[in-house]
């Protein structure tokens, strides 16, 4: 995958700069990292999550049901 660093904030970059200086990581190993870390911390659970679907699992009780119960 293709990574242009110029799509991000100034505020990212300067964030990703410093996490580079302080552990003496190149770009790529930082962005690995913070990836590895994000999916640890369970980011992806709900980033492009879809909706579930919800089944109807009792039928709806129509009038005339409900009237013909008896006493």
Not at 3 to 15: A, C, G, V
Not at 22 to 44: D, P
Not at 48 to 53: E, I, L, P, Q, T
């Amino acid at each position: 995958m293709l990574f242009d660093r110029k799509q991000l904030s100034e505020e990212t970059n300067r964030q990703i700069d410093r996490l580079m200086r302080a552990k003496g990581w190149s770009f790529e190993r930082a962005l690995n990292e913070l990836g590895i870390h994000g999916v640890a911390s369970g980011a992806t659970s709900a980033v492009g999550r879809h909706k579930a679907r919800v089944f109807q699992l009792v039928g709806q009780k129509r009038a005339s049901d409900r009237d013909s119960g008896g006493p």
